[in-house]
């Protein structure tokens, strides 16, 4: 039977496990690297770059320092169809709060949207408007840091959906609004589409490289000029490029999931690759997302072993037969970072988007990149839509 009792969650990472973390990478083999090659990103992740966050992530990193930054907003843990799910739930005190479910997505986890809680739930602590108060909700996937380990299969995108719409119920909200990226944002569609009369308004938000996606997983426009349709071919040449992690995931997880939890070299490879190519392009060199913060959500992939168990999540998604975009007549707004001048033709080519905003700067991970305008798109979208 399930137990659908919410109890008080909180991080504690065993310092033995630290300390082994530590001394893995203390005594980790790295590749030889090919001359030449340091730098080189056409590859997978530069094996200069990796070393270097290596040795910080050993020597220079503090995890009880970021354990306590988690800590410091309140967590729970409930089961759902006999899975653990891990949340945060922050009540704000403003009297006309309505309820947000963050939904991320991967390689991401609820540290996106960490220091965004207080703006949202406390607006007025920011220097905001005591209207664009939220309850904030920020559920780990199923199989994601602390909604491990997996309790039986059959966990993907729709179950979870099924989860987080009983997990709203649970905590009183018969009425909410959503928001998500990457995996987050199939959930957020489909919570409006299976559960219509509860959500009021959904947000996603995207990045160019949704282009590559055009003929794979979205429908190709109409009426593309032939310099447009050679930028929709770069854009899918360059997700083919990119997509080995998902095509591995999706059809064999289990040797690379072995790999991500029993190497943290692995681990970190895996991960901050996506991060460096895709954040912000203008930060080429540099990083668009602070080295703790990475490395905290690294970390717990590594202290859960979420490495596996994502990747199993990703192939019951891609073996589950659903659609990844469902119709639905809930109020939508859209905010796409790192645009192109083809994201509205492909995303909203009927206009029908009520709110699509497109910024130059930001990336895949829009929270932790430009907190700032990630922030102020949610608040615009959601004032019209309150309840």
């Given at each position: 039977?399930t137990?659908?009792a919410?109890r008080?969650f909180r991080?504690?990472?065993?310092q033995a496990?630290?300390?082994?973390l530590?001394a893995?990478l203390?005594?980790?083999?790295?590749?030889?690297?090919?001359?030449?090659t340091?730098d080189d990103?056409?590859?997978?992740?530069?094996p200069?770059?990796?070393a270097?966050l290596?040795?910080y992530?050993?020597?220079?990193?503090d995890?009880?320092?970021?354990e306590?930054?988690?800590?410091?907003?309140d967590q729970f843990?409930?089961?759902s169809?006999g899975?653990?799910i891990?949340?945060?739930?922050v009540?704000?005190?403003e009297?006309g709060a309505?309820?947000l479910?963050?939904?991320?997505?991967?390689?991401?986890?609820?540290?996106e949207?960490?220091e965004?809680?207080?703006?949202?739930t406390?607006?007025?602590a920011?220097?905001?408007?005591?209207?664009?108060a939220f309850?904030?909700v920020i559920?780990s996937l199923?199989?994601f840091?602390?909604?491990?380990?997996?309790a039986?299969t059959?966990?993907?995108?729709?179950?979870?959906t099924d989860?987080f719409a009983?997990?709203?119920?649970?905590?009183?909200?018969e009425?909410?609004v959503?928001?998500?990226?990457d995996v987050?944002a199939g959930?957020?569609?489909?919570?409006?589409a299976v559960y219509?009369e509860?959500v009021i308004?959904?947000?996603?938000?995207s990045d160019r490289g949704?282009?590559?996606?055009?003929?794979?997983?979205l429908?190709?426009p109409d009426?593309?000029?032939d310099?447009?349709?050679?930028a929709?071919?770069?854009a899918?040449v360059?997700?083919?490029?990119?997509k080995?992690y998902l095509v591995?995931?999706?059809?064999?997880?289990?040797a690379?999931?072995?790999?991500?939890?029993?190497?943290?070299?692995a681990?970190?490879?895996?991960?901050?690759?996506k991060f460096?190519?895709?954040?912000?392009?203008?930060?080429?060199?540099?990083?668009a997302?602070?080295?703790?913060?990475?490395l905290t959500?690294i970390?717990i992939?590594?202290?859960?072993?979420s490495g596996?168990?994502a990747a199993?999540?990703?192939?019951?998604?891609?073996?589950?037969?659903?659609?990844?975009?469902?119709?639905s007549g809930?109020?939508?707004?859209?905010?796409?970072?790192n645009?192109s001048p083809?994201m509205?033709?492909?995303m909203?080519p009927g206009?029908?988007?009520e709110?699509?905003?497109?910024y130059?700067?930001g990336g895949?991970f829009?929270a932790?990149?430009?907190?700032?305008?990630?922030l102020?798109?949610v608040?615009t979208f959601?004032r019209?839509?309150?309840?």
């Open positions: 039977m137990n659908t919410i008080p991080i504690d990472i065993p496990e630290i300390d082994e530590r893995r203390a005594h980790a083999r790295l590749p030889h690297v090919v001359p030449g340091e990103w056409g590859r997978g992740i530069a200069g770059y990796l270097e290596a040795e992530w050993r020597d220079g990193f995890w009880r320092v970021q306590a930054k988690l800590n410091a907003y843990v409930t089961e169809d899975q653990a891990h949340f945060f739930h009540r704000s005190a009297v309505v309820p479910l963050i939904t991320h997505g991967y390689p991401g986890s609820v540290v949207f960490l965004l809680i207080g703006p949202l406390d607006p007025v920011y220097g905001g408007d005591s209207a664009d309850h904030v559920p199923p199989g840091g602390f909604s491990t380990p997996l039986s059959g966990w993907e995108l729709a179950r979870t989860a009983e997990l709203m119920t649970r905590l009183g909200y009425k909410f959503a928001q998500g990226g987050g959930v957020t569609g489909r919570l409006a219509p509860r308004a959904t947000h996603v938000n949704t282009l590559g996606l055009v003929g794979e997983q429908p190709m009426g593309l000029t310099e447009e349709l050679a929709i071919k770069e899918q360059r997700w083919s490029d990119q080995g591995l995931q999706t059809t064999q997880p289990n690379i999931a072995a790999a991500l939890t029993d190497s943290p070299i681990q970190l490879a895996w991960i901050a690759e460096q190519v895709w954040t912000d392009p203008a930060r080429t060199g540099g990083e997302v602070d080295r703790d913060v990475l959500n970390s992939y590594w202290f859960t072993r596996a168990s199993q999540f990703l192939w019951e998604t891609a073996h589950s037969g659903m659609d990844w975009v469902m119709p809930v109020p939508q707004g859209w905010a796409v970072f645009t083809l509205r033709r492909v909203n206009g029908s988007i709110h699509f905003t497109e130059a700067e895949h829009a932790l990149e430009t907190p700032r305008l990630f102020e798109d608040r959601f019209a839509h309150r309840g």
